[in-house]
């Protein structure tokens, strides 16, 4: 991975430089603004965790009564 951060101060700067060890491999690449959108990320994520644990609160079940059955589970 190669991460660089940086104030572009012309249109010129807006070129971005990688590594060599980059060439003739598929790369993404992305880019924003920091200011705006770090808060933004950590709210989706804080939002995107917190539906995660309601849906698996939705999905427990009681498994006090069940007992494993090896022979019935191998049954062809």
Do not use: C, W
């Not at 920091?34 to 939002?47: F, M, P």
Request: negative net charge; aromatic residues 10%.
């Amino acid at each position: 991975m190669y991460r660089k951060i940086f104030v572009a101060e012309n249109a010129e700067d807006l070129n971005v430089r990688l590594p060599d060890e980059y060439l003739h491999k598929d790369i993404e690449v992305i880019a924003f603004d920091l200011g705006e959108s770090v808060e933004g990320l950590r709210a989706s994520k804080r939002e995107a965790a917190e539906k995660a644990v309601e849906f698996f609160k939705t999905i427990q079940i009681d498994r006090s009564g069940f007992k494993f059955d090896r022979d019935e589970a191998n049954e062809r």
